[in-house]
T-cell receptor, first 113, second 110 residues
Framework: DTEVTQTPKHLVMGMTNKKSLKCEQH?????MYWYKQKAKKPPELMFV???????INESVPSRFSPECPNSSLLNLHLHALQPEDSALYLC????????????FGDGTRLSIL | RKEVEQDPGPFNVPEGATVAFNCTYS??????FFWYRQDCRKEPKLLMS???SGNEDGRFTAQLNRASQYISLLIRDSKLSDSATYLC???????????FGTGTRLKVLA
């Protein structure tokens, strides 16, 4: 069982909808991540939060808006997505400091109609 | 040169075989190295961290060669259940980023 929980598991939305992806961890990790993964490709980093502050934005379009309400929660707000945004969205967390691996949630499979 | 490079495979091996994957990285300052396993349509799962002295976990052995900037993963006595994509991950020094290789697909055949 994963210690990083993501909801929903699946999401189908239209291009005009607004939805949010949620991620929660209770391992005391202070770094949290959003990744996007397309089929047969490695995960692609979108955002990193460290100590609840956005530390990395990999030039992600503004239709994706991250939020870190507290040290256990990470959200990804979606608005006006495009069909090419259909992918598996993975949340991960890690301890800060060197030699600390990331732990992944089981992802939200997103389909944009 | 890509930051982290892996042979995409697929590696098709019979059950019981020994198989090895290599992964090269470009930043000599990188400090942390990991192997993840990812099954089709699932999340990556940590297989093992890779330490300077090398480390072993059951049938899996990981090695780090800093001079040549590569890490390796050896799987002994392959099982059908080892079929997956193996992702090499290297930390980006001074940031919170982890750089992923493209992954190596392994198929263990009965």
């Amino acid at each position: 069982d994963t210690e990083v929980t993501q909801t929903p598991k699946h999401l189908v939305m239209g291009m005009t909808n607004k939805k949010s992806l949620k991620c929660e961890q209770h391992m005391g990790h202070r770094a949290m991540y959003w990744y996007k993964q397309k089929a047969k490709k490695p995960p692609e980093l979108m955002f990193v939060y460290s100590y609840e502050k956005l530390s990395i934005n990999e030039s992600v379009p503004s239709r994706f808006s991250p939020e870190c309400p507290n040290s256990s929660l990470l959200n990804l707000h979606l608005h006006a997505l495009q069909p090419e945004d259909s992918a598996l969205y993975l949340c991960a967390s890690s301890q800060t400091g060197s030699n600390q691996p990331q732990h992944f949630g089981d992802g939200t499979r997103l389909s944009i109609l | 040169r890509k930051e982290v490079e892996q042979d995409p495979g697929p590696f098709n091996v019979p059950e019981g075989a020994t198989v090895a994957f290599n992964c090269t990285y470009s930043n000599s300052a990188s400090q942390s190295f990991f192997w993840y396993r990812q099954d089709c349509r699932k999340e990556p799962k940590l297989l093992m961290s890779v330490y300077s002295s090398g480390n072993e976990d059951g049938r899996f052995t990981a090695q780090l060669n800093r001079a040549s900037q590569y890490i390796s993963l050896l799987i002994r006595d392959s099982k059908l259940s080892d079929s997956a994509t193996y992702l090499c991950v290297v930390s980006d020094p001074g940031t919170y980023k982890y750089i992923f290789g493209t992954g190596t697909r392994l198929k263990v055949l009965a």
